[in-house]
């Protein structure tokens, strides 16, 4: 009996290699419309090592500063040199997010990730074998602009190589290890002084340098480079052998032709009114992710928990609670939505700090008064409440709601905004509480997310289970089909 292939892609080449009985009746074969999970799994899991590693770089601040103001005491330094161990690399962060965007766009997403393991091993390494404050601070700025790059790339990467029924829950997963560098700083500080753990996070850099040499580029940057047979391959990777890709290609390479219709260069279709709409969504996601006041409130646990024994106590219950809430997020994102995730995030967020903002007020009129476990509660339910929303799902749909043409340069433009605004918010509010005022930033958090509240019901679109074609039509025509009934209107005006 002839055999034949089973299917053949338009490059001629046979996908999978299974053969079946020539039959001229029998209608085409279709190849199973099935998708296996390890390949985006692994791309999850080397963004992951990243941002575990970013995690770390950011949290090695609040263990190297007080080790560093001890040795004060015999080194000939002065405390503003080393309060620059902490603000450099958040500084420096802004630079490396404003620098992604142009990397993420011309060399791709995979390779910019890949540029990041050599400068943040160098980084670690000058960090960890020399005492000079100086050469600390150069490691610190080399590192910190790694962090901006990689944060300007993982949201893009993440959510145009994962399907839509999984973005949610993959897309999580770089902000959860995110969340677990900053947990093994403070777990590992108390034990480990602040060479060697310099020396793990320098270690931790060589498997985010391995993993990303076995992921492919996003298949979406391959087509907007006019690689076609390149997308294929990293699709047909992506979603497994056995899996027909022929339709998402075809409407992949569609898209892109509709995109490359709109001319100029990306910075300059930022201002196009038909962007609007998502740039301004993206931002206010941000904005409020950075008014979570998550430095004033581990300020204020300090205040809270003036024992050493107590800080460690609580830092291994905050560990729990972090764990938990986006263990949650992971599960629940691609069940009940994105938005309704945000408005927990919200409620507990308003509950937890107006709550802690009476405590305050009260202790400032009567030093006596004491909330004890009152006061843990609500920093446990406001470390659940940012954990489980604007800090993990703002970064998700930053990726997701962003036009594809404009992608890498707002994403770039956004991260470096959203670092320098980091370091501003940590030292105002945290300067408030020093003055004397330590409610005023807990009730200002409070009213800012009932704001948070009314921008996601009016504003927010939902993205659960749509790709990012639908999200970004569904975005521009809103726009599209106001100017169309605004032109509409004028001609109807005019005629009359």
């Keep these: 009996m002839e055999m034949k292939n089973r299917y053949v892609d338009n490059s001629g080449s046979p996908i999978p290699l299974e053969t079946f009985p020539l039959n001229d009746n029998a209608e085409p074969y279709t ?4 998708t296996i999970l390890w390949p985006e799994l692994l791309v999850a899991s080397a963004i992951s090592m990243a941002m575990l590693l970013n995690g770390f770089t950011v949290g090695y601040s609040s263990c190297a500063i007080p080790r560093l103001l001890d040795s004060i005491k015999t080194a000939d330094e002065n405390y503003e040199a080393i309060s620059w161990v902490a603000t450099s690399a958040s500084l420096a962060a802004s630079v490396g997010g404003f620098l992604g965007g142009p990397l993420i766009t011309y060399i791709g997403r995979r390779y910019t990730l890949i540029g990041t393991g050599v400068p943040f091993f160098i980084s670690w390494i000058l960090v960890a074998s020399t005492s000079n404050l100086h050469l600390i601070i150069a490691g610190r700025v080399l590192s910190g602009i790694c962090v901006g790059v990689v944060y300007s790339a993982f949201p893009v990467y993440i959510v145009e190589t994962v399907q839509p029924k999984l973005r949610g829950a993959l897309g999580l997963l770089p902000i959860a290890f995110r969340s677990g560098g900053i947990i093994l700083v403070y777990l590992a ?36 480079k006019g690689h076609d047979h390149d997308a294929r391959k990293a699709l047909q990777w992506l979603r497994g052998k056995n899996y027909n890709i ?31 709409p998502a740039i301004l969504i993206s931002f206010g996601l941000m904005i409020f992710q950075q008014l979570t006041g998550t430095t004033v409130i581990y300020y204020y646990a300090h205040r809270m928990f003036p024992n050493p024994i107590d800080i460690q106590s609580f830092y291994v219950r905050i560990v729990i609670v972090i764990v938990f809430s986006f263990v949650i997020a992971i599960i629940l994102v691609d069940v009940i939505g994105r938005k309704m995730l945000l408005y927990i995030s919200s409620a507990s967020i308003i509950l937890s700090t107006s709550t802690l903002g009476v405590f305050a007020y009260i202790q400032e009129l009567n030093d006596n008064i004491s909330f004890g476990s009152l ?15 604007y800090e993990s799902i703002s ?55 009932l704001v948070a509240i009314i921008f996601v019901v009016c504003c927010v679109p939902e993205t659960c289970g749509k790709t990012l074609e639908e999200i970004e039509i569904n975005l521009t025509e809103r726009v599209k089909s106001v100017n169309n009934r605004n032109g509409a209107d004028r001609n109807t005006d005019a005629n009359l």
């Design 246 to 276: 022929e339709n998402e290609m075809q409407d992949l390479t569609q898209f892109q032709t509709e995109a490359d219709k709109t001319k100029g260069i990306a910075l300059k279709q930022m201002f196009y009114m038909e962007n609007t």
């Design 189 to 224: 500080c108390p034990y480990l002084d602040i060479s060697t753990m310099a020396y793990i996070a320098a270690a931790l850099s060589v498997p985010i340098f391995l993993l990303f040499f076995v992921t492919p580029e996003s298949p979406r940057w391959y087509i907007a």
């Design 395 to 449: 970064w998700l749909m930053l990726g997701e709601i962003l036009p594809l043409k404009i992608r890498g340069t707002v994403v770039s433009v956004i991260t470096g905004i959203t670092w320098v605004c980091s370091t501003y918010m940590g030292t105002s509010f945290v300067r408030m509480i020093i003055s004397g005022d330590p409610y005023s930033p807990l009730f200002l958090f409070a009213v800012i997310h």
């Design 31 to 34: 190849p199973p419309q099935r």
């Design 375 to 389: 006061s843990q509660l609500c920093l446990a339910l406001y470390i659940f409440g940012s954990s489980v929303g």
